[in-house]
């Protein structure tokens, strides 16, 4: 069973920063492809963010060219940082692991961790 832990979030103003990590544990493999997830309040949730573990990394266009998503090489452990947020960021932000052909995620989500921006 792998069990996934977010952590990092806050509060922070608009153009501010953030760094989020994110840790699977439970598992002695390694998750090929993971990715960050974000969730606001009503809506559905959206992938913003992924990770191959070859170093490959793909983003949804409403983060592209603000945040980076890293991992540590031979960890189930990923980041992600955010710059110039907006308080169209905030979200509760959860990572996974994706599935490389249906893009679900593929165990069962944390408590992620909530991202505020707000003046």
């Known amino acids: 069973q792998v069990q996934l832990v977010e952590s990092g979030g806050g509060l922070v103003q608009p153009g501010g920063s953030l760094r989020l990590s994110c840790a699977a544990s439970?598992?002695?493999?390694?998750?090929?492809?993971m990715g960050w997830y974000r969730q606001p309040p009503g809506k559905q949730s959206e992938l913003v963010a992924s990770?191959?573990?070859?170093?490959?990394?793909k983003y949804a266009d409403s983060v592209k060219g603000r945040f980076v998503i890293s991992r540590d090489t031979g960890k189930n452990t990923i980041y992600v940082q955010m710059n110039s947020l907006k308080s169209e960021d905030s979200a509760v932000y959860y990572c996974?692991?994706?599935?490389?052909?249906?893009?679900?995620?593929?165990?069962?989500w944390g408590q992620g961790t909530q991202v505020t921006v707000s003046p």
């Open positions: 439970g598992n002695d493999f390694s998750i090929r492809l």
């Open positions: 990770i191959h573990e070859s170093g490959e990394t």
């Open positions: 996974n692991g994706i599935h490389p052909l249906s893009r679900a995620p593929l165990y069962y």
